[in-house]
């Protein structure tokens, strides 16, 4: 799961507005239910064993993006693939790593002590100053062009702030907070851009309006690219027997620099490899990708890259994406039911998913597991083409979050074998060949009540 604190930008791909999905009211009928032979077609498949071998095997190593590490697990994870017969693809695509070997923002020989952005350009600019307020669309004018930007931090992106400069011609960024002390933010490499403090900021607006004033800016960044990895694997329906539709079900197999990532997220991982090698020997007339993606913990931009690069006819044809994160915590979900399991989406808003996730676990374990509203996951970029999406996790996380001791001896084979179980029961109620065709714009039954929980993540 992708760290609240570090909010960088998050390349999400660009909201397409679909046919919404409606789904039914949920009713009162009594969620009394109980396993059926389709559910245990799959659940007494499960082995936790497995799954605990695989997060082993890839929590042995850090599996940063762009490192050797990622390549190794990336490795293990295709060959998985492959060995079950799937048509495997790794997908590679660029991440960047931005190293500062100079920054400088001088106002009249005195240094600020400014910070480079992440991400800004490098260069060498002297020139005067422009007060351009917040930078917003509207109010920044041609008067920059050829000068330096003042601009406060608030309301709008930082990277928004910058281009609205930019675009006006402007050829430095020399940005304040709008709270205490120092700060960086982001650009996309347009131009020199620095960060200073609110003090600093507001005695320059104070000292343009006695007169023009000259800053300087030396920014020497270093732009290093590296390569991550999406894996893919197609396991296709019968041919005679296919709806068209497609299934995604995905993990990250990135983890935090240096850390072993056994729950973060080793554990979806091993669940993506558990169902397919279950599923693979499961009639079904519904195509079922098995994804995980580098690059989560960058702001999921493995997930971003996936969804971007696929033909507006295949997001035609997914018709829900359950993403699993951190799903093996021992100490997470505190005495939450079902080990705190819970299913988040980015709205907030039930959907195709949750219905079945909260059906699943009803029968399952006699207890309908709630909704919540998160991103911070794969989830994201699918939700906001359009595509039922729901992250299973479980909430609250444990105290070994990003950090070296998420490792193997806190993985509980006990939620491993839950949550998969609720998400492999849950998928295939879709691409099981008895059940008809989903349609997306029809109503889908929600046979549950489930709620919806106000959870904290972290
Ligand atoms: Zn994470």
Redesign the pocket.
């Known amino acids: ?3 609240r604190k570090s909010i960088i930008t998050v390349l999400t791909t660009s909201m397409l507005l679909s046919a919404g999905v409606v789904y039914a009211q949920t009713t009162n009928a009594a969620n009394a239910q109980s396993v059926t032979a389709f559910d245990n077609k799959i659940i007494k498949k499960i082995s936790a064993d497995n799954m605990y071998n695989t997060i082993k095997y890839l929590s042995a190593v850090p599996r940063e993006a762009g490192t050797e590490g990622e390549v190794r697990g990336v490795e293990y994870i295709e060959s998985q693939f492959k060995s079950l017969g799937l048509e495997t693809r790794r997908i590679p695509f660029p991440i960047y790593d931005y190293k500062t070997n100079s920054q400088l923002a001088e106002v009249d020989g005195v240094n600020l002590n400014g910070r480079a952005f992440s991400g800004s350009g490098s260069g060498n600019v002297t020139a005067e100053l422009v007060n351009v307020g917040k930078a917003t669309t509207g109010e920044v004018t041609d008067a920059v062009a050829g000068k330096i930007a003042l601009v406060a931090r608030g309301d709008i992106a930082f990277v928004d702030k910058v281009k609205n400069v930019f675009a006006k011609g402007a050829v430095g960024v020399l940005m304040y907070n709008n709270a205490s002390g120092a700060f960086t933010g982001q650009a996309n490499g347009e131009l020199p851009a620095v960060g200073i403090t609110r003090e600093q900021g507001l005695n320059l607006v104070e000292k343009l309006k006695n007169g023009p004033v000259t800053a300087t800016l030396n920014v020497d960044i270093q732009k290093i690219e590296k390569t991550s990895f999406v894996v893919e694997a197609k396991l296709k329906p019968n041919k005679n027997k296919d709806t068209g539709q497609i299934v995604t079900i995905g993990s990250h197999h990135d983890s ?1 620099p240096n850390g072993p990532g056994a729950n ?2 080793a554990s979806g991982v091993s669940a993506v490899l558990e169902l397919a090698r279950i599923f693979v020997n499961t009639p079904i007339d519904t195509e079922v990708r098995f994804l995980t993606f580098g690059s ?2 960058r702001g999921m931009v493995g997930s971003s890259f996936y969804v971007s690069q696929l033909p507006q006819s295949d997001i035609d044809r997914m018709v829900a994406h359950f993403q699993m ?2 799903i093996g915590g021992a100490e997470a979900g505190e005495d939450h039911p079902l080990g705190g399991l819970i299913m988040y989406t980015i709205d907030g808003q039930k959907n195709l998913v949750t219905d079945l996730g909260a059906s699943a676990t009803s029968r399952l374990y006699d207890v309908a597991i709630p909704y919540g509203q998160l991103g911070r996951s794969d989830h994201q970029p699918f939700h906001d083409v359009g595509i039922p999406s729901a992250l299973f996790i479980h909430s609250p996380v444990e105290p070994q ?2 950090k070296p001791t998420d490792t193997i001896d806190h993985i509980s084979k006990e939620k491993l074998q839950q949550a998969t179980s609720t998400v492999g029961a849950a998928a295939y109620q879709i691409i099981r060949p008895d059940t008809p065709a989903l349609e997306r714009a029809h109503v889908a039954p929600a046979t549950v009540n489930y709620d919806y929980e106000n959870r904290p993540v972290d």
């Open positions: 799961m992708f760290g935090v973060d997220d989560e913990e994160d951190m979050y990003h």
